[in-house]
């Protein structure tokens, strides 16, 4: 694992209520066992993926997640929740979202150069359309599952 993974497994141990202790407690493990697997400087005992995995899964924190993406030159996005949104303001929440992409690009694009902070932003709204696209797609294979009209 690389060290950026390393280092937000870390930062999720350690930011857990009671710390990586109460952590590997509450994932039934020896908290001497978690914290070398954590331990930087420890090459003996590796953080293993099944412990990662259920260390993102009982905190909710995908830093290790976000920061392995980055890493290959991926993006994670959840998958999106479908509550009891409509088609049509599912559909009118993707178009904004995509008017907030196409804005941030734009605005990006007026001086004739794009800078680290207007990268950031766009990579951040064209996150949000691609979950909210998502959405809609959700949306829409349901009522095709159901055999649903609009």
């Known amino acids: 694992m690389s060290q950026s993974v390393l280092d937000a497994a870390h930062a999720t141990a350690h930011d857990y209520p009671g710390g990586a202790r109460a952590l590997a407690v509450r994932m039934a ?54 509550a009891d949104e409509t088609t049509s303001e599912a559909l009118t929440q993707t178009c904004k979202e995509f008017a907030d992409f196409l804005l941030s690009v734009t605005t990006a694009l007026a001086d004739g150069r794009v800078t680290k902070l207007e990268l950031r932003t766009i990579r951040h709204e064209l996150g949000d359309l691609i979950g909210q696209a998502g959405k809609l797609e959700a949306i829409l294979a349901g ?8």
């Open 29 to 82: 493990l020896n908290p001497t066992v978690l914290t070398n697997q954590l331990n930087p400087r420890n090459n003996d005992h590796p953080l293993q993926v099944r412990n990662l995995m259920l260390m993102m899964a009982l905190t909710g924190d995908v830093r290790a997640l976000h920061a392995a993406c980055i890493e290959l030159g991926y993006m994670a996005l959840p998958l999106p929740a479908v």
């Open 143 to 150: 009522m095709e599952a159901a055999g649903r009209a609009l």
